[in-house]
Nanobody, 122 residues
Framework: VQLQASGGGSVQAGDSLRLSCTAS????????MGWFRRAPGQQREFVAA????????FYQDSAKGRFTVSRDNQKKTVDLQMNSLKPEDTAVYYC????????????????WGQGTQVTVSS
């Protein structure tokens, strides 16, 4: 199983980025997907999650109204559209996959991508 995250970059505050995660999972539609991030010197934290069928979505409070998670089970991708980016969004962003129920806890996830760097300057 491999998860490949992409789409990171360096932007100005207020800009947008779209992260994408491509999965090489045989039954991708069986997995709930999550996005997490780790800022320098910080612990990894939950950002957003989406259920296997895309019908249920969870967001960290700071992401609500700015970030949107979506998935395409045919393409085996999950995206994170990030708008109105702030310097505090600077982090390495990771996608993760989990069977069974959705979760905001990183230790519940079975598979992880390698991360993509997002840097937001003021």
């Amino acid at each position: 199983v491999q998860l490949q995250a992409s789409g990171g970059g360096s932007v100005q505050a207020g800009d947008s980025l779209r992260l994408s995660c491509t999965a090489s999972i045989r039954a991708f539609s069986n997995y709930n997907m999550g996005w997490f991030r780790r800022a320098p010197g910080q612990q990894r934290e939950f950002v957003a999650a989406i259920s296997w069928n895309g019908h249920t979505k969870f967001y960290q409070d700071s992401a609500k109204g700015r970030f949107t998670v979506s998935r395409d089970n045919q393409k085996k991708t999950v995206d994170l559209q990030m708008n109105s980016l702030k310097p505090e969004d600077t982090a390495v962003y990771y996608c993760a996959a989990r069977r069974f129920s959705m979760s905001k806890a990183d230790y519940d996830y079975d598979y992880w991508g390698q991360g993509t760097q997002v840097t937001v300057s003021s």
